[in-house]
T-cell receptor, first 108, second 114 residues
Framework: RKEVEQDPGPFNVPEGATVAFNCTYS??????FFWYRQDCRKEPKLLMS???SGNEDGRFTAQLNRASQYISLLIRDSKLSDSATYLC?????????FGAGTRLTVKP | DTAVSQTPKYLVTQMGNDKSIKCEQN?????MYWYKQDSKKFLKIMFS???????INETVPNRFSPKSPDKAHLNLHINSLELGDSAVYFC?????????????FGEGSRLTVL
């Protein structure tokens, strides 16, 4: 089983759609979880942390299920500017491990 | 001022050469990292340093040698470059080693080995 595994994608959705990404992790001792966003040919940047109780930031909602060892990201009312690769990140003892990323393209 | 800066941004070189990539962070962070992103876009940890000390050394060929002269700098030297070394190398930093904080990335150094 891969350390951090994500939906393979790509996801192609129309503007205004709701899209959800899932991510599973294998290290049950992981304590910190994040979603990063990476635009084409750019560096990854933090989108949001994921808290145990779930959290929302505008159109973005992140959820954590420790029992099943997965996290999710929901994007509502997709915008063209949401087109990017979304990376699931899980802390791994004393560093962070990245999923392979899910590519999202939002079309007019 | 750029928080994490790495140079050069682009590097094209021949197989067998030796090259270095430099990284500096002005955030006052204790921990710095090198990640490699290959053609399939998978971002993989190579090394991490905490206060100049090596913490993580993943399964990376010993042709790759990191050096941290102080906690604000982490350089990567690569000997005898191979075609498979072609990738984007990202430097990153975080407040501490706990893995609970945000990673701040440099813009990446795109290495092409011919």
């Amino acid at each position: 089983r891969k350390e951090v595994e994500q939906d393979p994608g790509p996801f192609n959705v129309p503007e205004g759609a709701t899209v959800a990404f899932n991510c599973t992790y294998s290290n049950s001792a992981s304590q910190s979880f994040f979603w990063y966003r990476q635009d084409c040919r750019k560096e990854p940047k933090l989108l949001m942390s994921v808290y145990s109780s779930g959290n929302e930031d505008g159109r973005f909602t992140a959820q954590l299920n420790r029992a099943s060892q997965y996290i999710s990201l929901l994007i509502r009312d997709s915008k063209l500017s949401d087109s990017a690769t979304y990376l699931c990140v899980v802390n791994w003892w004393d560093d962070m491990r990245f999923g392979a990323g899910t590519r999202l393209t939002v079309k007019p | 001022d750029t928080a994490v800066s790495q140079t050069p941004k682009y590097l094209v070189t021949q197989m067998g050469n030796d090259k270095s990539i430099k990284c500096e962070q002005n955030l006052g962070h204790d921990t710095m990292y090198w990640y490699k992103q290959d053609s399939k876009k998978f971002l993989k940890i190579m090394f991490s340093y905490n206060n100049k000390e090596l913490i993580i050394n993943e399964t990376v060929p010993n042709r790759f040698s990191p050096k941290s002269p102080d906690k604000a700098h982490l350089n990567l030297h690569i000997n005898s470059l191979e075609l498979g070394d072609s990738a984007v190398y990202f430097c990153a930093s975080s407040q501490d080693i706990s893995g609970s904080g945000e990673l701040f990335f440099g813009e990446g150094s795109r290495l092409t080995v011919l």
